[in-house]
């Protein structure tokens, strides 16, 4: 009798086992192929070879890149590179990138920025936050920008018990921003078994100040990009394994509650907003089994999607990039500013369009 409990509660963990698998490569999109789609001035960006997980532009039209990210699970072409934060004028005809200088104090060996966001003080000072990984852990690191010189002076490093996994932040305040929590587990392996696999939702979105540190959002799968309204009422944060993202009402008190989900067919990542017609624009992983099972014969391919009339009851969700991994690999971003497009990618190249 105990013989029979036992092979029957086997066998029903391996059926649930079965049939979360089956449903994990439906939700990876892993037999999905991209339909390219491509603007006609479009060309690859000289000197972004080794990644440009995030990008976030001033209103000046300066764009600071985040390249070098190493993250578990993706592929890792350029072991050798460091991480570097990269700048591209977008007023230029032809705009070149140019690697920032960084304080000498600065632990570069050990930089792997991920995602990034820019705050303009009330005396016009810039920073730039960035989320890096040093060894695998999760900090906020807040460099001051110096413009003439092309550099970045490294201020403070946050850490706290609640920026684990972060993916990515947007700054509200001096030192008060959001950040997302893409898993759980801070085990890259265990996360996707127990938490992706199983489709558990157990991330969310933190505010942090100094004073204060809290959950204002939860119940993601895998919360990733966010990022704020022109009119900084709303907060929209993607769901990458549920392919969506999140409208969120930002309070006084920093607490956000849920409007709305805009469901997408794609893995959304990163998400900026164009500051001349609010619209969203999402870089996205058409296949994540591509990306984690990385096969440079058949790579995993980009698409570029941009949401517009966010808040109306129909969003207008249009593919502007996409394509199958033979020019752009593993997309993770895009921006636009004044007809112009940067598309870039987790590990790969960068692509610049004139719209
Ligand atoms: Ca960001
Ligand atoms: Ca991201």
Redesign the pocket.
């Known amino acids: 009798m105990g013989k029979l409990v036992v092979l029957t509660l086997l066998g029903a963990a391996l059926a649930l086992i079965g049939e979360r698998l089956v449903a994990f490569r439906q939700r990876v999109n892993a037999s999905r192929e991209v339909e390219p789609v491509e603007p006609q001035n479009c060309h690859l960006v000289e000197g972004l070879e080794h990644g440009s997980?995030?990008i976030d532009v001033l209103p000046s039209g300066l764009a600071f890149i985040s390249s070098g990210l190493r993250y578990p699970g993706m592929p890792d072409l350029a072991p050798d590179e460091l991480g570097k934060i990269f700048l591209m004028d977008l007023n230029e005809k032809n705009p070149k990138v140019q690697a920032l200088k960084m304080s000498d104090d600065f632990d570069k060996a050990s930089f792997n920025p991920?995602?990034i966001s820019t705050f303009i003080d009330k005396d016009h000072t810039v920073y730039l936050y960035v989320v890096n990984h040093p060894d695998l852990k999760s900090t906020v690191e807040i460099f001051k920008f110096e413009e003439q010189q092309r550099s970045l002076i490294h201020l403070k490093t946050i850490q706290h018990e609640l920026l684990k996994s972060v993916?990515?932040i947007v700054v509200v305040g001096p030192e008060q921003f959001y950040a997302t929590r893409?898993r759980y587990s801070t085990n890259f392996f265990l996360a996707l078994f127990f938490e992706m696999v199983m489709d558990l939702h157990w991330t969310y979105v933190l505010f942090y100040t100094p004073r204060e540190v809290k959950v204002v959002a939860k119940g993601f799968s895998s919360a990733?990009?966010i990022t704020i309204s022109p009119d900084k009422k709303y907060i929209y944060v993607?769901d990458?394994m549920d392919k969506n993202i999140h409208v969120m009402k930002k309070h006084d008190n920093w607490d956000l509650t849920p409007l709305k989900v805009i469901q997408l067919g794609t893995l959304v990542?990163?998400l900026s907003v164009d500051p001349d017609t609010g619209d969203i624009w999402a870089g996205c992983h058409p296949n994540v089994m591509k990306l984690l099972m990385y096969n440079p014969q058949d790579p995993p391919g980009s698409e570029v999607l941009r949401i517009q009339n966010v808040l109306s009851d129909q969003p207008r969700i249009g593919t502007e990039y996409a394509n199958n991994g033979s020019v752009l690999q593993g997309s993770?971003?895009a921006v636009v500013y004044h007809g112009k497009l940067l598309v870039g990618t987790v590990f790969h190249k960068a692509v610049y369009c004139v719209l």
């Open positions: 997980e995030d991920h995602g993916n990515d893409d990733n990009g993607a990458i990542d990163n993770s971003v």
